[in-house]
């Protein structure tokens, strides 16, 4: 039997144009197979996601 989990992550990167920095918020599902832990993005959730962060968790599981 795999473990799941499921949680929002806050990633800062740079415009590949311009060179700011921002931020991106993504939805990244964690898996143990066999000995190590596999985590993979599921969703791009982009840089205007204005849900409060006591919330991320709720919004995740669902």
């Given at each position: 039997?795999?473990?799941?989990?499921?949680?929002?992550?806050c990633?800062?990167?740079?415009?590949?144009s311009?060179?700011?920095?921002?931020?991106?918020?993504?939805?990244?599902?964690?898996?143990?197979?066999?000995?190590?832990?596999?985590?993979?993005?599921?969703?791009?959730?982009?840089?205007?996601?204005?849900?409060?962060?006591?919330?991320?968790?709720?919004?995740?599981?669902?």
């Amino acid at each position: 039997m795999q473990h799941r989990q499921m949680f929002i992550r806050c990633t800062r990167t740079r415009s590949r144009s311009s060179g700011e920095p921002y931020v991106t918020y993504r939805l990244v599902q964690t898996a143990r197979v066999g000995g190590a832990v596999k985590q993979t993005t599921l969703l791009n959730l982009g840089s205007h996601f204005d849900l409060p962060q006591d919330q991320w968790s709720g919004l995740a599981h669902r």
